[in-house]
Structure formats: structure tokens, C-alpha cells
């Protein structure tokens, strides 16, 4: 059974920094697209970024020039490091793996439990 796993979310002062992880076990999923998808209250879930198979990555332009996404393969590891974060970057950070490539939820069919990620202003 594959299973996605995040760790890192926590309570950040704004213009602070946080690194998230999306760990994979049972099976490794190198060939599979990874992204990142963020969920704030009474809102929709939201494209954040996502990595390619073939390492193009891809961000909602609200977060790019802070945020960047990166993989260790080694490790079946997708990373989210936030800087400059901003109090509207509050929501449950989930990341998500599939052999599609998109930008909406259903994109994906794998998913993790989320992390909560709390930007103080």
C-alpha cells in the first residue's frame, strides 16, 4: 500500500520561513508527478506547485519567487520550502502524487493527510 506522509508544518511569524516534507512508502513513485495543494477554511484546495517525472517544476503565481519544490529520489522525498511567507498562506498544506500532470485535485491520485502550516502577521 502506498503511502504519502507530510511533516514540517508549524506556526510561523509572516516573512518567516518553513520547509515541508512529503515522504513515500511502499513503492518508490520516480515516474509519478508530485505536487503540492493547499486547502485554507471554507475555500476550495488550491494549486500550489508540482514537480514533473522529469523535474520541470511549476507554481501558482502567487508563490513563485518564494516557494520551491524539489524531490530527492533517494530518499522518495518531495520538499516544499516557503519563505517570505505571508499570513494568506495559511491553509492544510497536502501534497499528492499521480502519473497525470495538473493543476486541479482530481489531477492525482494519491494524497497525504495534510499538515497545518499557521502564518502569524
Known amino acids: 500500500q502506498i503511502q504519502l506522509v507530510e511533516s514540517g508544518g508549524g506556526l510561523v511569524q509572516a516573512g518567516g520561513s518553513l520547509r515541508l516534507s512529503c515522504a513515500a512508502s511502499g513503492r518508490s513513485l520516480s515516474s509519478y508527478n508530485k505536487a503540492w495543494f493547499r486547502q485554507a477554511p471554507s475555500k476550495e484546495r488550491e494549486f500550489v506547485a508540482s514537480?514533473?517525472?522529469?523535474?520541470?517544476?511549476y507554481y501558482e503565481d502567487s508563490v513563485k519567487g518564494r516557494f520551491t519544490i524539489s524531490r530527492d529520489s533517494a530518499k522518495m522525498t518531495v520538499y516544499l520550502q516557503m519563505n517570505s511567507l505571508k499570513p494568506e498562506d495559511t491553509a492544510v498544506y497536502y501534497c499528492a502524487a499521480g502519473p497525470y500532470l495538473g493543476r486541479v485535485p482530481s489531477s492525482y491520485g494519491l494524497w497525504g493527510q495534510g499538515t497545518q502550516v499557521t502564518v502569524s502577521s
Open positions: 514537480i514533473a517525472w522529469n523535474g520541470v517544476t
